[in-house]
């Protein structure tokens, strides 16, 4: 359980997730997930990284249970780590030095948007789903991400039902490279990382830096500013109850 690095195959580095049942990251997670991206980017040997997940999905975001835990005692420092441990993450994958590609089965909600949109390419099982239940969590954030991966109307019509989009969907809309039956995810991401790993690993690096240097978004200050609402959002109450109807549901 946590957070692993291995080394399959020579210039790829392959960082997983594994945190049962659901892959929720608590805040230390998000911190090691960021140290572990970043780690694997500043080895000279590697040239591209798989980020990569065990069990039923991808990623479903921060532990709502940790946020409500401490909310039942009147603190918000799970919150505001959460938020930090979120953007630490993000931003990892986003300034990792080389390529990052996204190998996504299940479920890819809330914080797994984070990751996959500021991922260099996805690669996704059939069973893969996209989306952000922020509304239904008492939270906001990851339009940024999410506006990566789907046109602007789509995006806004998913944040506002909590909806989800398939992997064939984003595949026709261009941001998922391939689209493979979930038993042959690992090895499809994984030949995708080593075709770009082949590649001078120098201009792989000035590639990296140069492709994020005409995005026309910063996603580090239009993160920060959807996060500015999160905040607004739990000191005005609403937040906590609209998580402990979420919680309420979960437990049915």
Known sequence: MGVSTSRPEPGVAVVTMDFPPVNALPVRGWYALADAVRTAGRDPGV?????????????AGVDIKELQREAATGGHDALIGANHGCAEAFSAV?????????????????????????????VAADDATFGLPELDRGALGAATHLARL???????????????????????????????????????????????????????????????????????????????????????????????????????
């Open 94 to 122: 986003y300034e990792c030095a080389v390529p990052v590609v996204a190998a996504v089965q299940g479920f890819c909600l809330g914080g797994g948007i984070g990751l996959a949109g500021n991922a260099d390419a996805i």
């Open 47 to 59: 040239r591209c990284v798989v980020l990569a997940a065990e069990g039923r999905g991808f990623n």
């Open 150 to 252: 789907v046109p602007q109307h789509l995006m806004r019509t998913l944040y506002y039902t909590s909806r989800t989009a398939t992997a064939a969907e984003l595949q026709a809309h261009g941001s998922v490279w391939r689209v493979v039956p979930r038993s042959e995810l690992a090895a499809a991401a994984r030949e995708l990382a080593g075709e770009i790993a082949r590649k001078d690993g120098t201009l792989l690096r000035l590639a990296k830096s140069a492709l994020n240097g005409i995005d026309p978004v910063d996603v580090h200050r239009s993160y920060r500013f959807e996060q500015g609402f999160t905040f607004e959002a739990n000191l005005s109450g609403v937040a906590d109850r609209v998580r402990d109807t979420f919680g309420a549901e979960a437990r049915r």
